[in-house]
């Protein structure tokens, strides 16, 4: 298989399209401020909003040139391993661009502001505001929700108090619908043709030699998934592991990782308990209880450490 990695056509290959918007200012309110700082800060952001506009109108975007430069950032590896994710639903693998990919797309096609804003907030919940605005197409789209400030365990409901723990609450749901905001603002066929991209990047650029399968069996891991696991679910022994597997697994590994699914969606917990009972340990024969090495024991003390370290999750590039 040649490692040569071949480029997606793009969707503009033979068209250079020209936009032009009307500059229209956005408006925005302090909640909870006087009447005075509220003027300021509606003056304050329609001067940024209109200066930002008149430069969109004044150096608006090549859509064929915004296309290209997001094809090109996608023949990056590093990009294009957490450019897809995957999940399973409905006995199907279904698979979407992720955040990661479109942040990129949308510094390539630019003229687009897009983030999420805390509106108002008390001890139990978060109003939460996310955006993505075209200053070309002169076109906002905006989600709103409401975070609380609880975290979900197996032994109940915590209350989150410092402040860091809600923000990373709050952060972590927002990007989701930042990501939704920001695929609104930019041609589907845009988005197709980059995941494309990736995915042949990754074909091209997969590596299954020993030392990247190990990093790979560590990285899941820490989520609670053994090495029996992993060779179940892709039916072959990893020393004999394909790229496209490879490819499979980083998708799957960043979708556990950003909360799009569970270790229990993809491996079989039961497969370690079944190897767990073979193997007859001091303890068993004394009578005391075996240590408990299932998908969902890992996962509870997984997030039992995250709760007391608050220590932020491994990125891809770290651990694949």
Known sequence: ?????QKVDSPFAAVATANTAQPDALAVIAAGASSSEVQVAQAKAQAEAFASIMAAKNWPRNEAKA???LLNACMRPKLAEQAVYVYARGGQDIQGPSIRLAEAAARAWGNLKYGFKVTASDKLHSEVLCYAYDMESNIPVERSFVVSHVRHTKNGDKLLTDPRDIY???ANEAMRRVRACILECIPGDVIESAVEQCDATLKATADVSEATVKKLVTAFAELGVTKSQIEARIQRRLDSIQPAQVIFLR???ASIRDGMGKAEDWFDANIVEAKAE??????KQQGGKPEDTSIAAAARKRKAAQ???AA???SIEEVL
């Open 1 to 5: 298989m040649s490692n040569e990695i």
């Open 168 to 170: 990373e609450k709050v």
């Open 67 to 69: 296309a290209d430069k």
């Open 278 to 283: 073979k193997n007859v340990t001091p303890e």
């Open 251 to 253: 998708k799957v590994f």
């Open 312 to 314: 932020p999750a491994a």
């Open 307 to 309: 709760e007391e370290s």
